[in-house]
């Protein structure tokens, strides 16, 4: 009940496009949904995040989409760039739960 | 670096040896987690603590032990119980306070043990 999982493994989009990542949870007491990026050899770094009150949250060319009833939320990279090159991490925790991630998505964005 | 010193990058052991890797923070934050990192596998965690003189195990914490004698340190060591020690080694804060318990890693320590 504490997994997370993430689809695809890996991705690869034209400069430009989208890219979509998803997840799927499955203990309902989650409230609590980040999306982490991380690049070889750095720590992830949190991009954004958000809880099951709302059911999409936008910050800049980010955006996540989350969908309570199905236990799902994904991620959208609109005009995907060759630095968006990373690997993303998609996670679930609530305040007495550390956070669960799922095995991550390497992306690939090319010219 | 999400306001965590962790050190050294890069540490080399042999096998059979215990290692210890640092972890502090300044920013106050009452909880610290250490993760291990694999190709492929994600973030595992290993030990987390949420306040000073108490932690929790995580999901693989056989062959590691902490301490949290301050609040701003969370010292992870590796002991030569641990199989396949080899792997990137991650810690994180967090503040937990009302609702707000967002994680921010440090750079992390590479453990090479041959």
């Known amino acids: 009940q504490q997994q997370v999982k993430q689809s695809p493994q890996s991705l690869i989009v034209q400069k430009g496009g989208i890219s979509i990542i998803n997840c799927a949870y499955e203990?309902?007491?989650?409230?609590?949904f980040p999306w982490y990026q991380q690049f070889p050899g750095k720590g992830p770094a949190l991009l954004i995040a958000?809880?099951?009150?709302?059911s999409e949250k936008k910050e800049g060319r980010f955006t996540i989409s989350f969908n309570k009833s199905a236990k799902q939320f994904s991620l959208h990279i609109m005009d995907s760039q060759p630095g968006d090159s990373a690997t993303y991490f998609c996670?679930?925790?609530?305040?007495?739960?550390?956070?669960?991630f799922g095995k991550g998505t390497r992306l690939s964005v090319i010219a | 670096d999400g306001g965590i010193t962790q050190s050294p990058k890069y540490l080399f052991r042999k096998e059979g040896q215990n290692v210890t890797l640092s972890c502090e923070q300044n920013?106050?934050?009452?909880?610290m987690y250490w993760y291990r990192q694999d190709p492929g596998q994600g973030l595992r965690l290993i030990y987390y603590?949420?306040?000073?003189?108490?932690?929790q195990k995580g999901d693989i914490a056989e062959g590691y032990s902490v301490s949290r004698e301050k609040k701003e340190s969370f010292p992870l060591t590796v002991t030569s119980a641990q199989k396949n020690p080899t792997a990137f080694y991650l810690c994180a804060r967090s503040l937990l306070a009302g609702s707000s318990y967002e994680q921010y890693f440090g750079p992390g320590t590479r453990l090479t043990v041959t």
């Open positions: 958000i809880r099951p009150d709302v």
């Open positions: 996670a679930a925790s609530n305040r007495n739960t550390p956070l669960v």
């Open positions: 603590s949420q306040i000073v003189n108490d932690f």
């Open positions: 920013l106050n934050h009452d909880a």
């Open positions: 203990n309902t007491a989650f409230d609590y």
